[in-house]
């Protein structure tokens, strides 16, 4: 009996290990973050992996807040020459974005590739879609833009909503900005790597609050500009609240601040507090509003258009049943004078069907 129940034992636990691995092996597997060949270059050694540590080892933390999924680090060669690729795949877009903005310095050169790229000697960082790059060169040659453009026209993309950029930096003024100063953040290591002017326990990260953060530069001094994004406008106003009352007025150090809708926009540095403020009124939250409900205001929920249909319905059957009665009289009428002897004219008496019943 006890060797019996083992048995079913043992065989239950097979059929469960079978499931898995069925399980495991229909689910679909991420397409290849690295192509073969691109522009002539052919890959001779390649590492994949989920570990963001071996991506980059101290900001393994921030790659997890911005969605890190997977990379892969690879050699190409082409002739003499060598270029070490390392791409980071990411949950969206969004996260590949904000990475981007996070290792994107103000000493490096925009470039034209893909959706965003920068340069610093013979290293070139870009994204498309939810894929991050980073290149590094022997040499940069005339070529190696349209290179880095092939290279990424052959990356794998998701495709749908997860290829779409945050609309918050759409917010964000450009004018006087320090360029490639820009980080969006989404998470309280990358709020403190960048150096920000507020902590990430006043932001409340746990709000699932959106940021852009910059430099700003002109000739009465410098300042960081800060827009946060809240779901909710309620929200919006209490971290307002909480963020003048960590940032009390300061000798030397300009504070403003403001709420417009549920963003969050506050400026602080040593500029005069006409230009911070010239600096705020340049956010103006638009909110957008797609109807996803049935409000009743459609034509077909109108009594009025119901009432005025109704009757031009009415109009039209009268119109057709007083045209159908006037081509039966009046045409009768006009063939007993055309062919007077097709169609005599009856007497009344015999215009009407009898019925003679008799007994």
Do not use: C, H
Not at 251 to 258: L, Y
Not at 330 to 355: S, W
């Amino acid at each position: 009996m006890k060797s019996s129940m083992k048995l079913v034992g043992l065989l239950a636990l097979l059929l469960v290990g079978a499931t898995a691995l069925a399980q495991q092996s229909q689910k679909p597997q991420a397409p290849p973050l690295l192509p073969k060949m691109f522009a002539g270059w052919e890959l001779t050694s390649q590492q994949v992996g989920t570990d963001p540590a071996v991506v980059d080892q101290a900001s393994s933390k921030i790659l997890q807040e911005y969605g890190f999924t997977d990379f892969a680090t690879a050699t190409y060669t082409k002739d003499d020459r060598k270029i070490t690729v390392k791409a980071a795949r990411f949950a969206d877009a969004t996260g590949a974005y904000g990475a981007f903005t996070f290792y994107r310095t103000p000493n490096m050169k925009t470039e034209s590739v893909a959706m965003m790229a920068a340069s610093s000697n013979e290293r070139v960082f870009f994204f498309r879609d939810d894929v991050l790059v980073m290149a590094d060169f022997d040499r940069i040659t005339a070529m190696t833009g349209g290179e880095l453009r092939e290279l990424a026209s052959n990356l794998p993309s998701k495709g749908g909503s997860a290829v779409k950029l945050p609309t918050l930096p759409r917010y964000f003024p450009l004018r006087e900005l320090v360029p490639n100063s820009a980080k969006f953040v989404v998470g309280p290591e990358a709020l403190g790597a960048v150096n920000a002017p507020i902590s990430a326990s006043v932001v409340d990260f746990s709000k699932q609050p959106e940021i852009v953060l910059g430099k700003f530069a002109d000739r009465s001094g410098s300042a960081d500009f800060v827009l946060i994004e809240y779901p909710t406008m309620q929200i919006a106003g209490d971290r307002l609240r909480a963020i003048e009352a960590a940032n009390p007025k300061q000798e030397g150090t300009t504070f403003v601040a403001k709420r417009t809708g549920p963003l969050v926009a506050l400026v602080k540095g040593s500029i005069s507090e006409g230009d911070a403020n010239s600096l705020l009124n340049r956010v103006n939250y638009d909110a957008e509003v797609t109807w996803n409900e049935n409000t009743g205001l459609g034509k077909r929920d109108n009594i009025g258009n119901l009432v005025i249909a109704a009757s031009i319905l009415s109009g039209v059957i009268f119109l057709i049943s007083a045209g159908t009665g006037a081509l039966f009289g009046f045409g009768r009428v006009v063939l007993q004078r055309v062919f007077p002897d097709r169609f005599r004219t009856q007497t009344d008496e015999a215009a009407f069907i009898k019925l003679n019943l008799k007994d």
